[in-house]
């Protein structure tokens, strides 16, 4: 009997639990803005000459409760700090010219409370605040009217930083002063004039279409006042007795308003460089005109434009860019890949240098691009005719492509590569070979191809001739052993004629059987055939043995 074995229970393989889930990756890309700032939230000390040594300016910002709020500025601070009042500086109330800061009720003011406005101010001020004798620049941020000290993460908002980030431009510099001038400045006065002198032009029309009377007082009536004072095309004047009513006779002067008025616009052409020759909207400024002289009008009209456009690059744009480096080298947190000079290459803030002698270049333009135009043109016209008088070592490819990449930007095709090659990313071309000497290779060459056609043929001719006079020399051969065979056998055969006729003539008569006479016999047969067998052929038959070319190399007999 087999012993009874206790079943063991089946393992349970635990079920795996599947769960759905959603991940979000986020990503967060950080770049430097630049943002312009209204004249009347910007604040300098008066004796400033530049930000950059300022001793004090400042930035007045509306913020919204709920983002100071986020940004981790003290929450019950921010909600006690009162609404943002309204702007009353002479600019302020200038610019605002739909009252929309004047007046009504903001959204937040009321229910939402996140949407509520305040005004936050940044100064930044130079003072000695670690009390150390180093006096060093700080933004302080303040809320409300009565600039309250904001506090971030239960700290004071006054940190140290090391530059202002603003940048300022003007127009018109005034020399050892912050603010210039405006183009408004400067035709103000002007502007101020012509509105006089409109004025009076036009009241002086008016009293042409509508001259006083002059009534006498004897010719008047109590109807006569009332009929005056009412002035309307056609209107009866009632008087005692008709001719009494004298019409004024007004003066024109709109003969001297109207040169006054064209002065005054040629003093605003001068002092703003805007000229009606320039904008082209006068067509008969330019006529009996030459191209030459218009063209230089244009050129004298934009100088003024021209001069601004360097002012505004050297004072604010060069600024603004230095500020800008500073700025992406404290903060860039990565690596970027940009494009640069067409190629792409990568570009890490992180190793940048402070770069105190940094020079910033900006770019301010030669002309009109009709003027660059023509002078790259002519660029191209010095180079083809360097390269027509064999003076390759002037021009090189590269000179050449930067030539062609010139006239694609002015033309304003951004991509250049659709239309030429850069020669830097291709192979060094081969030089070219001088013309003589391929011609001299040339006719080495066919030299060369005839020669050695020659002496094939040669070779050719030489091996037929070795083969015939071969084939020439081996029937010669056979002809001559054929020869000596023959004579050979005629001499064999003399030789045996000979024999048989020197035995014949010799021979000896035998007895017969039966005793009779012997009778003369013929020769012996044994003796003619050992004869017949020395007279058999000896050669045996040959033949020709070639080697591989055909050629005849020797002979061996025949089997």
């Not at 002007?190 to 002086?204: F, Y």
């Not at 700025?327 to 290459?345: D, F, H, P, S, Y």
Request: aromatic share 4%; with cysteine.
């Amino acid at each position: 009997m087999q012993p009874l074995i206790p079943e063991t229970p089946a393992l349970q393989v635990p079920v795996p639990q599947l769960h759905d889930v959603t991940i979000r990756v986020r990503k967060h890309n950080s770049c430097a803005r630049v943002e312009g700032v209204p004249p009347e939230e910007f604040g300098i000390a008066r004796n400033a000459r530049n930000i950059r040594n300022c001793g004090y300016c400042f930035h007045e910002v509306i913020r919204r409760e709920a983002d100071l709020i986020s940004e981790g500025y003290d929450a019950e601070q921010i909600r006690k700090l009162p609404g943002r009042g309204e702007r009353h500086t002479q600019e302020a109330i200038a610019r605002d010219t739909v009252d929309e800061a004047r007046g009504g009720t903001r959204g937040g003011d009321g229910l939402n409370q996140s949407n509520r406005e305040i005004m936050v101010t940044e100064h930044y001020v130079r003072m000695d605040y670690e009390d150390n004798g180093k006096p060093a620049l700080y933004r302080v941020t303040t809320g409300g009217d009565q600039g309250e000290i904001l506090r971030r993460n239960g700290e004071d908002e006054i940190i140290r930083v090391d530059e202002i980030p603003f940048t300022a431009m003007t127009p018109v510099i005034v020399t050892h002063r912050f603010f210039g001038r405006s183009i408004a400045d400067l035709v103000m006065d002007i502007q101020r004039i012509k509105t006089a002198l409109l004025r009076g032009a036009l009241d002086n029309l008016y009293l042409h279409n509508n001259p006083r009377v002059e009534v006498a007082e004897t010719f008047a009536n109590e109807n006569t006042l009332d009929d005056l004072l009412v002035s309307r095309p056609g209107g009866v004047v009632r008087t005692k007795q008709p001719g009494g009513v004298n019409w004024q006779v007004v003066p024109d002067i709109t003969g001297s308003v109207y040169p006054a008025l064209q002065y005054f616009d040629a003093v605003r052409e001068w002092r703003t460089g805007v000229s009606r020759q320039g904008q082209g909207v006068d067509p008969n400024a330019l006529q009996n005109q030459v191209a030459t002289i218009a063209n230089q009008m244009a050129d004298a009209a934009q100088a003024k434009t021209k001069l601004i456009a360097r002012i505004f690059a050297e004072t604010g744009i060069r600024d603004m860019f230095a500020l800008l480096h500073g700025v992406i080298r404290k903060n860039g947190q990565q690596a970027e890949t940009v494009r640069l000079r067409n190629k792409w290459v990568n570009v890490d803030p992180r190793d940048w240098k402070e770069r105190n002698d940094m020079t910033i270049n900006v770019g301010l333009g030669t002309g009109s691009k009709a003027q660059q135009l023509a002078h790259v043109m002519a660029i191209i016209g010095l180079q083809k005719e360097a390269l027509a008088a064999g003076k390759a070592n002037l021009v090189s490819d590269t000179n050449l492509y930067n030539s062609a990449r010139e006239v694609t930007k002015l033309a304003g095709l951004k991509n250049i590569d659709q239309f030429f090659t850069d020669p830097s990313t291709q192979p060094p071309p081969q030089p070219s070979p001088d013309p003589r000497l391929m011609e001299i290779q040339m006719k080495t060459g066919i030299e060369k191809v005839q020669a050695e056609a020659d002496i094939a043929t040669q070779e050719k001719k030489t091996q037929a001739e070795m083969a015939l006079a071969q084939q020439k020399f081996e029937l010669e051969k056979q002809l001559k052993l054929i020869d000596a065979e023959i004579k050979q056998r005629e001499h064999q055969m003399n030789m045996v004629a000979k024999i048989a006729t020197a035995a014949s003539s010799t021979g000896q008569a035998q007895p017969g059987p039966d005793g009779a006479s012997p009778s003369p016999s013929g020769p012996d047969p044994l003796v003619m055939s050992q004869i017949m067998e020395g007279l058999r052929p000896r050669h045996r038959g040959m033949r020709i043995v070639r080697d591989a070319q055909g050629r005849v190399s020797h002979t061996e007999p025949m089997e």
